[in-house]
């Protein structure tokens, strides 16, 4: 039965959802070797763990599926379907370029070492017959797939949040940007990122001490 409510309480709740303008994205866990490489074509660590993050004009809260396996044969006439497998969706994040380009370079030059392992033989790309190979995905110090990279929703009022942390992240798709006479624009740039999973709630040493990992909630067990 539907019961009588005010329409102060559906007020009440509506006013008290959560915003989608406050969010901070940092990252950390990038390789020795990528960070040299970065370093080396001008961004350096402290651009990308202090600047990098600041300058995400749009992101995305993670999405996930489940796909599904059809069973027949268990029940006449009925089609069952069983969760086989988690998937986890590309996100797409969005950057503003800084004065020094810096911002730009960081994605550009994460992909182009994803791709340029035919360098380290000393093949150089403005030779006739350079060729693209893959690095490692996730050698011990060269990998290019970065863990821990973090996405905190949070409001005004800083009293609740929720955080997700990303691993094994790396940017498969920088987007084509336009630069054009006229009104000038705040250049922006849109980098579609693959990641193997995430997880939902805070995932540090602190967290899981004290027994707040993951967003468990100790009192409110029974």
């Not at 040299?36 to 990098?52: H, P, Y």
């Not at 911002?103 to 403005?126: A, Q, R």
Request: proline fraction near 2%; glycine fraction near 6%.
């Amino acid at each position: 039965m539907v019961s009588k409510r005010k329409i102060s309480d559906y007020i009440s709740i509506v006013a008290d959802t959560a915003q989608t303008s406050h969010y901070e994205l940092s990252f950390d866990g990038l390789s020795g070797g990528l960070s040299r490489f970065l370093t080396s074509k001008g961004v350096d660590k402290d651009f990308i763990l202090r600047n990098a993050g600041l300058l995400c004009s749009d992101a995305v809260l993670p999405g996930s599926q489940l796909q599904t396996q059809e069973v027949d044969n268990n029940f006449t006439g009925v089609t069952e379907r069983f969760a086989s497998r988690r998937l986890f969706v590309d996100t797409n994040l969005q950057f503003y370029v800084d004065k020094e380009y810096k911002m730009l370079k960081f994605m550009e030059h994460w992909i182009d070492y994803i791709s340029n392992g035919s360098e380290i033989t000393g093949i150089n790309k403005d030779q006739e017959g350079y060729f693209y190979r893959m690095r490692y995905p996730r050698e011990r110090t060269d990998g290019y797939k970065c863990d821990r990279i973090k996405l905190v929703k949070f409001d005004r009022d800083y009293q609740n949040q929720i955080e997700y942390t990303f691993f094994g992240m790396f940017p498969r798709n920088l987007d084509s940007t336009p630069v054009r006479y006229g009104d000038s624009q705040t250049l922006k740039i849109s980098v579609n990122f693959s990641y193997e999973r995430y997880i939902c709630g805070k995932v540090t040493s602190l967290s899981r001490s004290i027994g707040s990992n993951e967003n468990f909630l100790r009192s409110l067990l029974p």
